[in-house]
């Protein structure tokens, strides 16, 4: 990859700075590249900044002196991990900068959201949480079938991709060298909702778990398989299939992240029910953290946007206005969206 290769026809205003260089740091970097009101100012880090290289070769600087910055960034775009980074870090940072997070705790979202909320105001700030594709597209997807059909029900399938948390769940088990975790979502669940019918179903019933494991020298592979398929929350509510395998062929089929899903919503309108309708929004990635990161992206520009206005405080994708999110004018907008 290669820097500065796209056309500019809007000088960039945005200065944007990445807290975090994983995977998804990295795919930032790489949309903001593609972003032409934005350029990428810094990335802050706890690891040692001497180890970290960009391929944009920006400044990478101590997570401790970001304070030091708060006049050189616009918004910064926070890539922590939603179980032990985010919770503290999003509140923190929002008391001095716009921040931008991909929490994706869905249960534990009101009380991130009241906890970004009092700093933001607090410090004049905008943060927006939970900008990824589950909570975030996903989220709008099922607020607007739902807005459209009240009388109806909605559905959430999740893949064919790997989900990293599951399969970190898996690493963790006595003698796994390594593995990775695909969700399936269950095609005959899919073709009930597409055919209009409104089924009730249980978590088995919508989606099964592929498990790819590397097993150490020796080890008990039928009680690593005892292990995974008895976990609770994880793959004990799931039909779960697990294939022993090498690590050379983990590394060579099952090197990347893929990921995506679908959203449905099935419900009547007329005023017998006469008519059924489906709305179904749905999600291919070949990079489940490059497309996140672009949404993190784009979050960052309406951060921006709304702050330059006066507003302050916690939001969601729920509370922006979609011409906000966009690098088009409103004149373009107007002329090719709508």
């Known amino acids: 990859m290669t820097c500065s290769q796209i056309d500019r026809k809007v000088k960039r205003t945005m200065r944007i700075g990445i807290v975090g260089y994983g995977n998804i740091g990295k795919g930032v ?27 944009c ?45 991909s929490f994706d705790n869905h249960s534990k979202i009101p009380e991130h959201f009241a906890n970004v909320d009092a700093a933001a ?36 399938f999740w893949g064919r991709g790997v989900s990293q948390g599951h399969s970190d769940a898996i690493r963790r088990i006595e003698g796994v060298a390594d593995a990775r975790q695909y969700t399936v979502p269950v095609e005959a669940a899919l073709d009930k909702v597409r055919t209009g019918e409104h089924p009730e179903f249980t978590a088995r019933d919508m989606h099964h778990r592929e498990c790819y494991v590397v097993a150490e020298e020796g080890a008990d592979k039928a009680a690593i398989e005892e292990a995974i398929k008895t976990m609770p929350a994880y793959f004990e509510p799931y039909d779960t299939t697990v294939e022993f395998i090498t690590q050379e062929e983990l590394n060579e089929k099952h090197a990347g992240l893929p990921h995506g899903g679908t ?44 702050n330059q206005e006066g507003q302050s405080g916690a939001r969601t994708l729920f509370d922006v206005p979609p011409a906000y999110l966009s690098h088009q004018s409103r004149e373009e907008l107007l002329a090719h969206m709508l």
Request: with cysteine; charged share 20%.
């Open 57 to 101: 070769d920006v400044p990478v600087i101590s997570y401790d002196e970001i304070g030091s910055m708060k006049d050189e960034i616009d918004v910064l775009i926070l890539c922590g991990g939603s179980a032990t980074d985010l919770p503290w870090m999003t509140p923190e940072l929002a008391a001095d900068f716009n921040v931008i997070d």
């Open 29 to 55: 970097e790489a949309a903001v590249e593609k972003a032409q009101d934005m350029e990428l100012a810094a990335v802050f880090t706890r690891r040692d900044p001497s180890s970290v290289k960009t391929v």
């Open 121 to 156: 105001s607090e410090g004049g700030k905008i943060g927006i949480i939970s900008c990824g594709w589950d909570p975030g597209y996903f989220s709008l997807a099922r607020i607007l079938a739902d807005a459209a059909l009240p009388d109806g029900d909605s559905y959430t």
């Open 263 to 306: 959203v449905l919503r099935s419900g009547h309108t007329g005023f017998d029910n006469e008519f059924n309708n489906t709305v179904e929004f749905s999600l291919n990635l070949d990079s489940n953290p490059h497309f996140t990161s672009s949404i993190l992206v784009a979050a960052a520009r309406a951060a921006y946007r709304m």
